[in-house]
């Protein structure tokens, strides 16, 4: 049922017309987004290049575990798609991992931040902006890391997934 769902999701475009209304940048017209519910998959019009954006804006749940947003290669589950890079908010150890999924293999998990950006029942804003040779990620305004590419064909970053504890508000 889940995957017949998320075929669902794939077909429901919201005009592009209509988005540009909504959002503040044109820029974020390019993500197609269905209702935004927990465990999220949604398609990425055009791939990821340098210079385009990701917006995810949520709510952290009242307990949580653990949140994860992954921008993969499609959505295949058998066998796996690609992970370009996976951000994992855990909050038992405070850390914000990322890592990345290619043919099967997990890379080397990078976990080094500044500090715990997410809180219990709070909102959020993560921003995944897509640069030529990394990913830079923002955290409601500030840069909290880097993340550089191991996938080397940016356009076939085409799906984002998100699941977790947490309610999401925005995607653009």
């Known amino acids: 049922p889940a995957r017949a769902q998320r075929a669902a999701f794939s077909l429901q475009k919201i005009e592009d017309g209509h988005l540009n209304n909504s959002l503040e940048s044109p820029v974020q017209a390019d993500v197609c987004f269905p209702r935004l519910i927990v465990p999220f998959c949604g398609h990425?019009?055009?791939?990821?290049?340098?210079?385009?954006?990701?917006?995810?804006?949520?709510?952290?749940?009242?307990?949580?575990?653990?949140?994860?947003?992954?921008?993969t290669c499609g959505?295949?589950?058998?066998?796996?798609?690609?992970?370009?890079?996976?951000?994992?908010?855990?909050?038992?150890?405070?850390?914000?991992?990322?890592?990345?999924?290619?043919?099967?293999?997990?890379?080397?998990?990078?976990?080094?931040?500044?500090?715990?950006?997410?809180i219990p029942d709070q909102p959020f804003r993560?921003?995944?902006?897509?640069?030529?040779?990394?990913?830079?990620?923002?955290?409601?305004?500030?840069?909290?890391f880097d993340f550089y590419h191991r996938i080397e064909t940016l356009s076939a970053i085409d799906t984002i997934k998100i699941n977790g504890d947490l309610q999401l508000t925005k995607l653009g």
Not at 56 to 65: A, F, K, T
Not at 97 to 116: H, K, L, T
Not at 126 to 144: A, K, S, T
């Open 44 to 71: 990425i019009k055009g791939g990821m290049r340098p210079g385009k954006k990701i917006l995810v804006m949520g709510i952290v749940d009242l307990n949580p575990e653990s949140f994860g947003i992954s921008l």
């Open 75 to 118: 959505e295949s589950e058998d066998p796996p798609a690609d992970v370009a890079i996976e951000l994992k908010a855990v909050f038992t150890d405070r850390q914000f991992v990322r890592n990345s999924c290619i043919a099967g293999q997990w890379g080397e998990e990078q976990s080094s931040i500044p500090y715990f950006p997410f």
């Open 126 to 144: 993560v921003e995944i902006l897509c640069e030529h040779p990394r990913f830079r990620i923002f955290v409601d305004g500030h840069q909290l």
